[in-house]
């Protein structure tokens, strides 16, 4: 949405990173704990370094829905690759967490 409203000038480059940094503090959250099972993570390290530079150039054109429509598909598809990452490790999650030892903590 913060993209979107930045397309239309109506949010700010701040804004966008301000977004972009709290998806960060969230996929660090995600990460740590997938990790604390023993499930890796390495396939999304990317991700978060790939969406920074898509956002940074996008950021660094002149607010428009045009402008927005040019990166959108890289965007897109890197969010995609996040959530199919991320669909990919649901199976090992529910195993480590169903467990007898998932009520002590592995952290």
Known sequence: ESLR???LSQATPEQV??????????????VRAFEGYGIGTGDLHPI???L???????LG???SPHALAMYMPEIRG???DLLQGLKAKQAPW???TSGPLSAGSRE
Not at 52 to 58: I, M, V
């Open 78 to 80: 890197l969010l995609y």
């Open 61 to 63: 054109e002149d607010p």
């Open 94 to 96: 529910k195993a480590a």
């Open 5 to 7: 409203l930045w397309s």
């Open 52 to 58: 920074r530079t898509a956002l940074e150039n996008l």
């Open 48 to 50: 978060p370094a790939s």
């Open 17 to 30: 990173s301000d977004c972009y940094m709290q998806f960060g503090v969230e996929f660090n959250v995600i």
